[in-house]
C-alpha cells in the first residue's frame, strides 16, 4: 500500500535537462516510534533504475551518474493506454511496442507478456491491486522504457518516445521527477524529493508503521489483559441487561484498562457484541451451559462458553488510540471448532483484491483469569478506509445495506458509518442513486451494466462473488433473511475519487461449512438446504423456509430466493461470463491445495500452544476438526467447479 497522492499518469516530455548535483544517496532508515534501525528496506530512486536494500542496522548506500545538461527534442513516441476497468494493455497506439513487464517496487517481476503478432490488446491473467509499480516496456529497437505507475483502478496512458539530444537519446530518468521512495511491508511508504542543491550522503529516514501493523502480526499470538473493578465486571457479566427480550441484544459497555504487551491504556470501553450467537445462549438473565451442536458442524464444544467482545479504545477519551486503532473485535470463534475458518476466508478475499479487514489472534485474560484465544478482527470504520485509500479514504462507507427498490432513505441513513455525525452535514445521495438507479433499470439485462457501470466496482464484485460462493458463505450478501432481517456481515464503501462503490467482507467464523448450510451443494439441494444457489435461475422467486441454524428454539426462517432480488438477477445475467472467467482463474491460481494448506498448517502452528491453555477448547478434537479442514478443500473446488460449469434453469 502507499501514501502516494493521485497522479496523472501521462509521462510529459521535457525541453531542456539539467545536471543533477547528487550522486551518492547514503544513511539509515530507522522505524519512527521506537528509533530501531529496519532491515529490508527497499529504496528506489524514481529517476532511475537504481535502488538499494537496507541491512540489518537499517544502513544504506548507492551511486547513480549525473545527468548531462542540454537542450532535447521531442521525436517519435508510442502511448500505451491501461484500461483499468478490463485490466488490460491498449497498444493501438503504441506499433513499436513489443512487450509489456510490471514489477513491485522490491524488483520482484509480477507480470511479464509479449506482444502477439496482429494483436493489440494485452490481457492481464488478473487483477492489480492498487499500489505503486514498475512498468517496462520493451520496443522493437531492442530497448526498454521504465515508468513508475500508481494504480488506482482507472485508466491510465503512458507517454514513451524517443528524445534526442545531438543525434544521442536523452537518457530515460531525465523524463521523470526526482524522488527517493522508501517501502517496507508493514511501514507506510516514504517518498522524498532530490533537491539538485542539497546531498544525500548521510541521511536518517523515519518511516511510520502501519496502523495496527503490531497486532495483526500474522506470526504470533498476543496477549491483552483486561482489568475491571469489581462493580463493573459485574455489569459486564450481567446477562439481564444484555438481553432484554428473545431477539435484542443491547450494547453495554463498562470501563476497564487495558494492557497489552507493555502498552496500557487507562480507560477504554468493553462490551459484548453478536446478536443469534449471544440471544440463542442467554435464559431468563444467565449464560446456558453444555451448548454443543456437533451436527451442524460446530464440534462438541459449547458455543455458550464465551462471548465475542468489542473493544473501544476511545470511547471514554477521545484520543486514546492502541497503534492507531480506535478499536478492535474480538471474535469468540465458537461455531469454529477449527478457529481458522474466519482468517482463511479474509485471506481469500484478499487474494482476489478484494479489500479486506486484517485479522490475527490473541490470548486475553480479565483480571489475570485466562478467558481463553480469540481471533481478532479489524474494525472497518473511517481509518480502515483511510488506510486502504490513502487519497481517497474519506467517502461514506455503508453497514448492511442494499439497493432494493423498497429500501428507504431512513434506513440508508441509519446504515451510514462515516460522515454521519451532524457537523458532517451528512450526504446520502450516492447510495440513493444506486438505489434508484436499480428501481429504475427494466428487467432487461443487456442494459443493465451501461446503468450501474458509473456506480459500482462491477469487477470487484465480480470477484467478490466468485470468492463468497467459493467458500460457502452462507450468511452473507446471497441470504436475505425474512422478516425484515435483510443480509448481514458486509459493507458498501463509497470511494470518492473513482465514484464507485465497492462491497467490503466481514464475519466470516460460519463460512466453510460444507455442504453449504441453507443453500444447494453440487447443484442441488442437500437435506433440508434448499436455497437454489448462485447459478440457479429460479423464477418463482419463492421464500424457503430454513432450519440451519441452531438455538431459537429450534424454528424454522425464511429466506428469500437470490432471484428475487432485482439487483442481484440482473447482475448475474450481466456478469455470468466474467463470473466463469474470474471463477476459473480463482480456482486454478488461488483456491488451490497448495496454496491453502501451507497457510492452515502455520496458523495450525502459531495457536496450538493457545489451544491446549484455552478451558473452552478440547485441543484433540481441535487436531481432528483442523485435518478435516484441509480435506474438505476439495470438496469447496468441486462444489465452485460444478457452479461455473452450469447455468441451470429452474
Same mark, same amino acid.
Given at each position: *500500500?502507499?501514501?502516494?497522492?493521485?497522479?496523472?499518469?501521462?509521462?510529459?516530455?521535457?525541453?531542456?535537462?539539467?545536471?543533477? #548535483?547528487?550522486?551518492?544517496?547514503?544513511?539509515?532508515?530507522?522505524?519512527?516510534?521506537?528509533?530501531?534501525?529496519?532491515?529490508?528496506?527497499?529504496?528506489?530512486?524514481?529517476?532511475?533504475?537504481?535502488?538499494?536494500?537496507?541491512?540489518?542496522?537499517?544502513?544504506?548506500?548507492?551511486?547513480?551518474?549525473p545527468v548531462d545538461a542540454g537542450r532535447f527534442r521531442r521525436g517519435n513516441r508510442d502511448l500505451l493506454k491501461w484500461r483499468g476497468? &478490463?485490466?488490460?494493455?491498449?497498444?493501438?497506439? &503504441?506499433?513499436? *511496442?513489443?512487450?509489456? &513487464?510490471?514489477?513491485?517496487?522490491?524488483?520482484?517481476?509480477?507480470?511479464?507478456?509479449?506482444?502477439?503478432? !496482429?494483436?493489440?490488446?494485452?490481457?492481464?491473467?488478473? &487483477?492489480?491491486?492498487?499500489?505503486?509499480?514498475l512498468l517496462r516496456v520493451g520496443k522493437s529497437d531492442g530497448k526498454f522504457y521504465t515508468v513508475k505507475w500508481v494504480n488506482m483502478g482507472d485508466n491510465a496512458v503512458f507517454t514513451l518516445g524517443v528524445y534526442q539530444r545531438n543525434g544521442g537519446s536523452l537518457p530515460k530518468r531525465a523524463a521523470i521527477v526526482d524522488s527517493l521512495v522508501f517501502e517496507k511491508q508493514e511501514y507506510q511508504t516514504r517518498k522524498i524529493a532530490v533537491d539538485s542543491d542539497s546531498t544525500y550522503a548521510s541521511m536518517l529516514v523515519k518511516m511510520k508503521p502501519e496502523i495496527g501493523s503490531r497486532i495483526f502480526d500474522d506470526d504470533t499470538v498476543r496477549t491483552y489483559r483486561l482489568y475491571f473493578t469489581e462493580e463493573n465486571l459485574a455489569l459486564l457479566l450481567d446477562f439481564s441487561k444484555l438481553?432484554?427480550?428473545?431477539?435484542?441484544?443491547?450494547?453495554?459497555?463498562?470501563?476497564?484498562?487495558?494492557?497489552?504487551?507493555?502498552?496500557?491504556?487507562?480507560?477504554?470501553?468493553?462490551?459484548?457484541?453478536?446478536?443469534?450467537?449471544?440471544?440463542?445462549?442467554?435464559?431468563?438473565?444467565?449464560?446456558?451451559?453444555?451448548?454443543?451442536?456437533?451436527?451442524f458442524g460446530f464440534g462438541n464444544g459449547d458455543i455458550c462458553a464465551k462471548f465475542s467482545m468489542k473493544f473501544d479504545f476511545n470511547r471514554y477519551n477521545a484520543d486514546l488510540r492502541l497503534y492507531g486503532l480506535k478499536a478492535l473485535n474480538f471474535r469468540s470463534m465458537s461455531a469454529d471448532p477449527t478457529k481458522i475458518h474466519e482468517k482463511l476466508g479474509f485471506s481469500l478475499f484478499a487474494d482476489m483484491d478484494i479489500v479486506s479487514p486484517r485479522s490475527a489472534y490473541a490470548k486475553l485474560y480479565v483480571n489475570d483469569?485466562?478467558?481463553?484465544?480469540? !481471533?481478532?478482527?479489524?474494525?472497518?470504520?473511517?481509518?480502515?478506509?483511510?488506510?486502504?485509500?490513502? #487519497?481517497?479514504?474519506?467517502?461514506?462507507?455503508?453497514?448492511?445495506?442494499?439497493?432494493?427498490?423498497?429500501?428507504t432513505d431512513a434506513s440508508i441513513f441509519n446504515a451510514l458509518t462515516t460522515n454521519n455525525d451532524p457537523e458532517d452535514a451528512p450526504d446520502i445521495s450516492d447510495f440513493?442513486?444506486?438505489?434508484?438507479?436499480?428501481?429504475?433499470?427494466?428487467?432487461?439485462?443487456?442494459t443493465f451494466l451501461e446503468k450501474i457501470n458509473p456506480l459500482?466496482?462491477?469487477?470487484?464484485?465480480?470477484r467478490y462473488i466468485v470468492v463468497d460462493r467459493g467458500i460457502m458463505n452462507?450468511?452473507?450478501? *446471497?441470504?436475505?433473511?425474512?422478516?425484515?432481517?435483510?443480509?448481514?456481515?458486509?459493507?458498501?464503501?463509497?470511494?470518492?475519487?473513482?465514484?464507485?462503490?465497492?462491497?467490503?467482507?466481514?464475519?466470516?467464523?460460519? #463460512?466453510?461449512?460444507y455442504p453449504e448450510p441453507n443453500f444447494w451443494t453440487n447443484n442441488a439441494p442437500v437435506g433440508k438446504n434448499l436455497?437454489?444457489?448462485?447459478?440457479?435461475?429460479?423464477?418463482?422467486?419463492?421464500?424457503?423456509?430454513?432450519?440451519?441454524?441452531?438455538?431459537?428454539?429450534?424454528?424454522?426462517?425464511?429466506?428469500?430466493?437470490?432471484?428475487?432480488?432485482?439487483?442481484?438477477?440482473?447482475?448475474?445475467? #450481466?456478469?455470468?461470463?466474467?463470473?466463469?472467467?474470474?471463477?476459473?482463474?480463482?480456482l486454478d491460481s488461488i483456491f488451490t491445495e497448495t496454496r491453502l494448506n501451507p497457510r492452515i498448517a502455520h496458523w495450525r502452528t502459531i495457536i496450538a500452544g493457545a489451544v491446549g491453555e484455552d478451558p473452552t477448547i478440547d485441543s484433540a478434537e481441535w487436531t481432528i476438526m483442523v485435518d478435516s479442514l484441509s480435506h474438505t478443500i476439495p470438496l469447496w473446488r468441486k462444489n465452485l467447479e460444478m457452479m461455473i460449469d452450469t447455468l441451470i434453469v429452474r
Open positions: *500500500m502507499t501514501t502516494f497522492k493521485r497522479l496523472q499518469f501521462c509521462i510529459c516530455p521535457l525541453l531542456a535537462a539539467t545536471a543533477i #548535483a547528487a550522486e551518492t544517496f547514503s544513511g539509515r532508515v530507522v522505524d519512527r516510534e521506537t528509533g530501531t534501525g529496519l532491515a529490508n528496506v527497499s529504496i528506489t530512486l524514481l529517476s532511475s533504475d537504481e535502488n538499494a536494500t537496507t541491512d540489518q542496522n537499517g544502513q544504506f548506500s548507492f551511486s547513480r551518474e476497468t &478490463a485490466h488490460l494493455f491498449d497498444l493501438k497506439s &503504441a506499433p513499436g *511496442m513489443t512487450s509489456v &513487464a510490471l514489477y513491485d517496487l522490491k524488483g520482484g517481476r509480477l507480470f511479464f507478456k509479449t506482444r502477439t503478432p !496482429g494483436s493489440d490488446l494485452l490481457q492481464l491473467p488478473a &487483477a492489480i491491486p492498487d499500489n505503486l509499480y438481553v432484554t427480550n428473545t431477539y435484542t441484544v443491547n450494547s453495554v459497555f463498562v470501563p476497564a484498562r487495558l494492557v497489552m504487551e507493555g502498552r496500557s491504556l487507562d480507560s477504554i470501553g468493553v462490551r459484548f457484541r453478536g446478536d443469534q450467537s449471544i440471544w440463542d445462549c442467554i435464559s431468563n438473565g444467565k449464560r446456558k451451559k453444555g451448548v454443543t451442536y456437533p451436527q483469569t485466562l478467558w481463553g484465544l480469540f !481471533g481478532v478482527a479489524e474494525e472497518i470504520d473511517g481509518r480502515f478506509t483511510k488506510s486502504r485509500y490513502p #487519497a481517497t479514504g474519506d467517502g461514506n462507507l455503508y453497514k448492511e445495506i442494499w439497493p432494493e427498490t423498497q429500501l440513493k442513486e444506486l438505489r434508484d438507479s436499480i428501481s429504475a433499470s427494466g428487467t432487461d439485462s443487456s459500482v466496482d462491477i469487477p470487484r464484485l465480480v452462507f450468511d452473507g450478501i *446471497m441470504s436475505n433473511y425474512g422478516g425484515g432481517y435483510g443480509r448481514h456481515n458486509y459493507f458498501w464503501y463509497h470511494d470518492d475519487d473513482s465514484g464507485l462503490f465497492k462491497l467490503i467482507p466481514w464475519d466470516l467464523d460460519k #463460512a466453510l461449512l436455497v437454489p444457489n448462485w447459478n440457479v435461475i429460479n423464477s418463482t422467486y419463492s421464500n424457503i423456509t430454513c432450519v440451519f441454524d441452531p438455538g431459537s428454539s429450534g424454528g424454522g426462517y425464511k429466506v428469500t430466493s437470490i432471484d428475487k432480488d432485482k439487483f442481484l438477477r440482473l447482475f448475474r445475467s #450481466a456478469t455470468w461470463n466474467d463470473f466463469c472467467s474470474q471463477g476459473r482463474f480463482f
